[in-house]
């Protein structure tokens, strides 16, 4: 019996050896589990939940977005679970938070392995800095990480707009106080909009509306800005043309106070004279019809003109000017060629075109006129025979006041300024080249309004 009942004692022995390695064996895979199931501690991103709290806090200040931190029990709080069932694994929030918060997640659970270690004191630090006692506890700070703007609870009937509404809630005056804090900036000269935070609701059509009014005052205030300048710059040009004629002028008046001038020089100096007043009343009915381009207040008349009657009137003031250089004026135009524009105008602007021509051309020489139709555009051709005009001169021959290398006595630079006004006016281009013959060649082209 002694024998029977040791062997039983030994069996029993063994049943335990074997359990209790058993369950140690259990106990070692499940630890194994546990950390094989320890999060990844992955880089923050917007809408995302992180521990990286640092890292999140400096996105929040790049983003210009507010942080939401989550004082959890993730493993143990059964109101924590219910949240992240109800609200936080939801679609809806999952949007909402991708566009409007740093998720930072500030866990205390019973598995020591879901946190690393390097955060259990700063969990515990950054519990006590905002006096959290029970979780969950939602906490959201303003894009500086310093400032609180609430903090929110668990609630049984929490739905995903319900939550969102209630963290609407809290960041409405946060984002009213940085517009306005922006919007401060501006008005003190910060050059760059950085308005975006705002996604939806009414705080996102004011953002929209306010970011669309600094655009077109900036856009206002830059192009006073160049006005301010060009205005300058023309008045200096004006200045200057103006005074060669007028010191000319001066001494022409002195030489003619003279008692014992013959009548022949008083003939020349008045001729002189009248020649000097001419010019003069030329540029400033010039810079004056400028001016009222400029200001949009020129009205330009849209009639049907033939091509033939444009050119006689622009032509016309021109043809004692051409026979006195002996200038042949060859025109080749078809009288059912025809543009719409104002005749006054267009003549105005073909008459300084043809004005530079005749003012380049020697003695002898001749000026053509070509007019082609098609269904695209109407093309005035004229061509001189003169020297041409100089290859750095080309890019700048249409700017007002600018005198290139082939300046003749007189010019002043507005009057091919002044055509390309005209006709820019009216649908219409202009283009300088040089002929591979000789001269210079500019074409004019109407386009059709309606093709």
Not at 211 to 225: F, G, I, S, W
Not at 351 to 372: A, Q, R, S, Y
């Amino acid at each position: 019996m002694k024998k029977i009942k040791h062997m039983k004692n030994l069996t029993t022995l063994a049943v335990a050896v074997i359990v209790t390695a058993s369950c140690f064996g259990e106990t070692t895979n499940s630890l194994d589990k546990t950390k094989a199931a320890a999060p990844q501690i992955k880089k923050p991103v917007v809408g995302e939940w992180t521990q990286e709290y640092e890292a999140a806090k400096e996105l929040a200040k790049e983003k210009n977005l507010p942080m939401f931190l989550n004082f959890t029990g993730s493993d143990w709080c059964g109101w924590c679970m219910l949240m992240d069932r109800q609200v936080f694994s939801t679609q809806d929030w999952k949007k909402y938070a991708k566009e409007n918060l740093v998720l930072v997640t500030i866990d205390f659970p019973q598995n020591k392995a879901l946190v690393p270690a390097k955060y259990v004191d700063r969990n515990k630090a950054l519990q006590t800095a905002h006096k959290v006692s029970g979780y969950p506890t939602y906490v959201v700070l303003a894009a500086d990480g310093t400032k609180t703007l609430g903090r929110l609870g668990a609630s049984r009937e929490a739905t995903p707009q319900t939550f969102i509404a209630s963290v609407d809630a809290l960041l409405k005056p946060g984002r009213i106080a940085a517009l306005s804090e922006q919007i401060d900036m501006i008005l003190h000269g910060r050059d760059v909009l950085d308005i975006d935070v705002f996604h939806e609701g009414e705080l996102s059509v004011l953002q929209s509306e306010i970011q669309k009014m600094t655009v077109r005052l900036r856009e206002q205030a830059d192009a006073l800005a160049r006005d301010k300048t060009y205005l300058a710059d023309s008045l200096a040009d004006i200045a200057h043309q103006l005074r060669t004629p007028m010191t000319s002028l001066h001494m022409l008046c002195s030489f003619l106070a003279k008692p014992n001038l013959d009548t022949q020089q008083r003939t020349e100096f008045s001729h002189e004279l009248e020649s000097l007043l001419n010019r003069m009343d030329w540029l400033l009915s010039t810079l004056l019809k400028i001016s009222k381009i400029d200001a949009g207040t020129a009205v330009f008349q849209k009639d049907a003109t033939p091509v033939h009657i444009l050119l006689r009137k622009a032509v016309q003031p021109l043809e004692i000017p051409l026979e006195l250089r002996g200038i042949a004026l060859h025109v080749r135009c078809e009288s059912s060629i025809s543009i719409t524009g104002d005749l006054n105008w267009t003549a105005e602007a073909l008459g300084n075109i043809l004005k530079n021509c005749m003012e380049h051309t020697d003695h002898d020489g001749t000026i053509e006129i070509d007019c082609v139709q098609n269904a695209v555009y109407t093309e005035i051709a004229v061509k001189d025979s003169g020297a041409g005009i100089a290859p750095e001169d080309l890019p700048h021959i249409f700017e007002r006041f600018y005198q290139g290398k082939q300046l003749k006595d007189g010019s002043f630079g507005v009057g091919l300024a002044l055509s390309r006004m005209i006709l820019s006016a009216q649908n219409a281009t202009i283009k300088a080249t040089n002929r591979p013959e000789g001269g210079a060649c500019f074409t004019v082209r109407f386009y059709y309004q309606n093709i």
